[in-house]
């Protein structure tokens, strides 16, 4: 399983990842001459940090622009990322993220090892949760994985592949160990707990986070009564959101969206032809209903006519400035998947409760000029530009409700809204292609009406592809398809399959 990639301890994901590409400044510290060829050396909070810098340039990477162009969140326009839009992909397009995947994964594990045995649950908590952010987005964007096995090359040179929901489960579990672990009182992460740039070390907050993903499991899983536990114990307001932190330095800290659309790719992906513009305009007006007025969040994301004649990324004021934070979990999301859980399982006071939890995302919204820490173009922000009114269930009503989306009763135009809210806060976020494949056979079924990128098309992406590298390394194991290949993209995964 890509042995000479992810197995390969001395990858302690700092120095490869910055010579991949752009994210946290690290090189600024302390400890800058501990050897990055031989982690098991390496402080633990130095292990961390490094470690966190790989999660987030996989959260930022090329499969999840892939995944936002198949949820028609934006488009490929020029070149290979036209290709990408028109579904075109092969094995080998997906080599980087593999790698970018595992690594972290890898030291995430190493993280735990080192530090358990030192009784610091702190930093054993938070390996935990950056293993589960990892092996999460790679399960659930390419199906079974190699993970029980996937950490030990001298045991298991050649990995089996675990089931899918398999790997659910062994996740959800262990954010349960993790929520205990960080909330537990023991360890710290070096001196000031300045290495651990997403929380500080704040165990409260690394807890929230656990729960949040593990929220997001059960959502996927179609666990509703365990996903409202979960969020519940969620984060809970804004200032527990986790960001990944970048400022404007060229392969220092710079944000790595930023770097595609203004650096390495001005012009091959936009708006233009995507479908989230087109439902957040409405014809111009901006608004699915009275209450709901997103013109600010437009104006924020989009950006008219600078490299083509349509809508281009906003890397001026907007949320794609080469400072701008890039979100990994957030109190929207968790209160949207508790809304939809509740909506979804719609027994007692579920439905109500699932209003007061969108409520909670729109009233935040209403009071604010930031998305998720980044400051929204203060000329599109006014009384009239940014208005998220509270809801309530009658809105909901067929026919007569101002929110009706036209689903046929009261729960589907409840879950519709949540959905729509969702997809409009979660841009470039990969969770966008999960929801779009998700809700295509979650009961009720409930769809936003995205359209196929290629008009000839019958069906959406199901998947992303096993890497080439993971072929060539572990081919025996890997999953194979009708044809005796790898699966292609229009197979689904077992976890969206039914």
């Known amino acids: 399983m890509m042995k000479k990639i992810i197995y390969s301890k001395a990858a302690i994901a700092l120095v490869v990842v910055m010579a991949l590409t752009s994210c946290k400044d690290l090189l600024n510290q302390p400890d800058i001459n501990v050897n990055p060829n031989a982690p098991n050396d390496a402080p633990i909070d130095v292990l961390i940090s490094g470690t966190e810098v790989g999660v987030a340039v996989a959260h930022e990477d090329t499969d999840t622009r892939i995944a936002s162009y198949w949820s028609g969140q934006m488009a490929g326009q020029s070149r290979q990322q036209q290709g990408y839009q028109d579904y075109i992909v092969s094995s080998t397009t997906f080599d980087n993220s593999f790698f970018l995947i595992y690594m972290p994964a890898a030291n995430a594990r190493l993280i735990q090892q080192k530090a358990a045995p030192l ?24 199906g079974d994985i190699a993970y029980s096995q996937a950490f030990d090359k001298d045991k298991f040179p050649k990995p089996v592949y675990d089931k899918q929901l398999d790997v659910y489960a062994a996740l959800i579990k262990m954010m349960d160990a993790a929520y205990l672990n960080v909330n537990s009182g023991l360890g710290k992460i070096g001196v000031d707990n300045t290495r651990d740039f997403l929380y500080n070390a704040n165990g409260a907050k690394w807890g929230r986070a656990a ?18 536990a979960a969020a519940g114990a969620g984060i809970n307001s804004t200032a527990g959101d986790m960001l990944v932190p970048h400022g404007g330095s060229q392969q220092v800290d710079l944000n790595m969206n930023f770097d595609m659309f203004e650096n390495s790719r001005p012009g091959d992906c936009g708006f233009d032809a995507a479908y989230l513009p087109k439902f957040m305009a409405k014809g111009g007006t901006y608004s699915r209903n009275a209450k709901t007025y997103d013109s600010a969040l437009y104006f924020h ?41 509740l909506a979804r ?18 009233t935040d919204l209403a009071s604010t000029a930031t998305l998720y820490g980044n400051a929204i173009a203060k000329d599109y922000v006014t009384p009239t530009s940014l208005v998220y009114d509270p809801y309530v269930i009658t809105d909901f009503t067929p026919a007569v409700g101002i929110a009706d989306a036209g689903q046929g009763t009261v729960q589907k135009n409840l879950i519709f ?10 841009l470039l976020q990969y969770e966008a292609f999960n929801d779009l494949r998700r809700t295509q056979v979650a009961l009720p079924i409930v769809k936003l009406p995205i359209p196929f990128n290629k008009p000839t098309a019958t069906q959406y992406p199901a998947r992303l592809i096993y890497s080439q590298n993971e072929i060539n390394t ?25």
């Open 211 to 228: 729960k949040t993903l593990q929220a997001r499991m059960y959502l996927h899983t179609k666990d509703y009564t365990n996903a409202i």
């Open 119 to 142: 009784n610091n649950k702190l930093s054993v908590g938070i390996g935990q949760v950056l293993e589960a952010l990892q092996m999460l987005k790679l399960t659930s964007l390419y």
């Open 417 to 426: 809204e949540v959905l729509a809210t969702k997809y409009t806060l979660n």
């Open 301 to 341: 994301y989009f950006q008219e006519g600078v490299y083509t004649s349509g809508l281009d990324p906003n890397t001026v004021d907007g949320a794609f400035q080469g400072n701008s934070n890039h979100a990994l979990l957030s109190f929207y999301e968790n209160q949207l998947i508790l809304a939809e859980a």
């Open 474 to 498: 572990n081919g025996a194991n890997v999953p194979k398809g009708a044809g005796g290949g790898v699966p292609d993209i229009f197979v689904k995964v077992p976890v969206f399959a039914n």
């Open 345 to 362: 399982r719609a027994t007692g006071t579920d439905l109500a409760d699932a209003v007061t939890a969108l409520n909670s995302v729109r």
